[in-house]
């Protein structure tokens, strides 16, 4: 079973959708997943037709059981976000309490996905700590270089806490490559990156599709399995699964 964090410590690199994307695409291949918000904003909340007014993670991480507050829309089961996960506090030993509470049901689940507020804090710690995978989504630009770093630097930190945690790779998204500019910084990231030892997963085409879907509360693979990112994100999927 695997844990799998989605985070970046930049706003607007489509951390959330990633989130929601991967969530529908396990549903989409039969797979048992749960999707757990750990983001204020609730972005994942809402892309996956949750209740951000019923008991949510902010209830996990204050030690109420996760099986309570599980709610089930569209063959994912999702733990959502509420505003007030901006007012944990931390403590020693605090960055585990993620991991615990969702000890008794992993087996339960053959992939769960954590998103994660685009800073660095208690909120992202509990992710990491409590995860096997990190996906890091960014786009080609100086701001999305800045933030790569920065997790990257924070995920190693972790990694001494937690030896489990791989940093599986990275993914540009919102993927166009028509310009010179998104180009050139498509390499340098790249070149950083294999420098640091993190793979280049692929590419995240970009289509009003996934927009259109979000806004419907509605799966990718029902509203436009057709459509590029719905392919790609299946694609990314697949592999993330098949090499965990």
Not at 146 to 163: H, K, L, M, R, V
Request: hydrophobic residues 40%; neutral net charge; aromatic residues 6%.
């Amino acid at each position: 079973m695997q844990i799998l964090t989605i985070a970046n410590q930049k706003g607007g690199t489509a951390k959330s959708t990633t989130a929601a994307a991967l969530a529908q695409a396990a549903a989409h291949r039969g797979k048992r997943c749960l999707a757990v918000d750990l983001d204020p904003q609730g972005n994942l909340s809402f892309f996956l037709a949750a209740d951000t007014t019923r008991a949510g993670a902010f209830e996990l991480l204050e030690g109420q059981p996760a099986r309570q507050l599980i709610q089930h829309a569209g063959g994912i089961d999702i733990i959502p976000a509420s505003w007030n996960l901006q007012t944990i506090g931390s403590s020693r030993g605090s960055a585990r309490r993620l991991r615990a509470a969702l000890e008794p049901i992993t087996g339960s689940y053959d992939i769960v996905l954590i998103d994660t507020p685009p800073t660095a804090g208690e909120l992202q710690y509990n992710a990491l700590m409590a995860s096997s995978s990190l996906i890091i989504p960014l786009q080609a630009d100086i701001v999305g270089l800045q933030g790569f770093y920065q997790i990257a630097d924070t995920a190693q930190q972790i990694q001494q806490s937690n030896p489990e945690l791989k940093i599986t790779g990275y993914i540009l998204t919102r993927h166009g490559g028509r310009s010179t500019l998104a180009r050139q910084m498509a390499d340098t990231i790249k070149a950083r990156a294999a420098e640091m030892g993190i793979p280049f997963l692929m590419a995240i085409r970009e289509a009003v599709a996934i927009r259109e879907a979000q806004a419907l509360q509605r799966s990718l693979y029902e509203y436009s399995p057709n459509s590029k990112p719905a392919a790609d994100y299946l694609q990314l999927f697949d592999t993330i699964t098949q090499h965990q």
